[in-house]
């Protein structure tokens, strides 16, 4: 399969071609959104959710706004899944390795064309940036986090993804700032001290804390206690070299904050429009995403058996998961930007976790809109490259690396 080159001459010719990647034209068929909310929850399948009586709130909402029943997310673990969505690629990136933080000299994996992973094991990901080879993404991964048969399914187990060789190490948040636009990712629980250096945090401590400075001493008190409430692998932009510098501010760690606080998501919501950015990325603890936690009591538990069904699932972790997307809805629903203008509020799970083949990497995605029809279910076929690329859409933006492939379409019937 060909890849092309972005050239204002070769445009035409680049979008025939499923392995089209850097920018392309601003895809048609959404809309003009003036803000966009992404929700993103964690490590379920759509059976999982739709159905299930203890997200209850999830379901209704999921039959009042409108609903993609035949939604992907691409391939594993996590992170994968979380660059996809902002970025339109995995950038070679198979695992939920921290970063390297601030680390100028070392070699990308676009660089490389090597791939993070988790099996051989690979150390720290070096800050994304520049251009070059992102990693396939086979149907079935029988290699990387589960070995061997049956395998786990990436997407449905039947499409794969060959590696484009010129993708850009950047993100939506660049192509709104270079738009003259507001982004911002909302963490919840990633404290008071910012995101720089924090791999891991409960709200208050982190991986970065000397506990031994406490005084009077807690010898039995150490950073293995830590419920890892804020994992850095939940906040994608984190990876970026440019986010991790803050040459520009407006492309910096000021643009990530916690839920709380004066800059907080609540905040800004009760503030007006003027204080919501144009693109809000929001990420859940790890407690409140159902993704869960092995140190946070029976509430917050993993599943005790992740084999895609309800059955092997926390029910407290899963009713958990439904009253933070009742929280945040309605906290937008109830803010002036939802009183204005165009906005969109898309909720999404990011994977089907663990969950070995047949079952698929099929998730849920509810578009919710304040305009337009609502109450519409959509059997078209979607992933998380389809979401950037309806988004770009909608905030008429260029099409990003894999968002542009001719074979991702814009997700028209539930935006509009």
Known sequence: MKTFAIAAGLLSAALSTSAFAVEGPSPKGIPQLDHVFVIMMENHGYSQIIGNPNAPFINQYAKSANLATNYFGVAHPSLTNYLETVGGSNFGVHTDNYPNWHNTTCLTNLATGVAATDNPPTGLICPIRGTGTDAETPAIDLTNETQGAPGENNIDGIRSIPAATNISGKTIADQLVAKGRVWKTYQEDIGPQGPDG???????????????????????????????????????????????????????????????????????????????????????????????????????????????????????????????????????????????????????????????????????????????????????????????????????????????????????????
């Not at 309605?330 to 990011?350: F, M, Q």
């Not at 509810?366 to 490259?385: E, L, R, W």
């Not at 099409?399 to 028209?412: E, I, K, P, T």
């Open 198 to 416: 924090v791999n891991v945090s409960d709200g208050v401590y982190t991986n970065l804390t000397n506990f031994a400075a406490i005084t009077p001493s807690l010898p039995s008190v150490t950073s293995a206690g830590i419920v890892f409430q804020y994992a850095v692998k939940h906040n994608p932009f984190a990876y970026f070299q440019n986010i991790q510098e803050g040459t520009n501010p407006k492309l910096s760690y000021a643009q990530i904050a916690d839920f709380g606080g004066a800059h907080g998501l609540f905040a800004d919501l009760g503030a007006g429009i003027g204080a919501v950015p144009t693109y809000a990325f929001i990420a859940p603890n790890q407690c409140n995403d159902q993704h869960g936690r092995g140190n946070a009591g029976p509430f917050c538990n993993y599943d005790p058996n992740d084999d895609g069904s309800q059955a092997g699932l926390n029910p407290a972790l899963i009713a958990r998961g439904d009253v933070e997307v009742q929280k945040l809805v309605n906290a937008i629903h109830a803010s002036p930007v939802w009183k204005s203008g165009h906005t969109a509020i898309v909720t999404i799970w990011d994977e089907n976790d663990y969950s070995t083949a047949p079952n698929t990497n099929q998730v849920i995605a509810i578009v919710d809109t304040n305009y337009g029809s609502h109450g519409v279910t959509s059997n078209a076929y979607y992933n998380h490259f389809s979401l950037l690329k309806s988004i770009e859409s909608g905030l008429k933006l260029p099409c990003l690396n894999h968002a542009c492939d001719a074979d991702v379409a814009v997700m028209s019937d539930l935006f509009n």
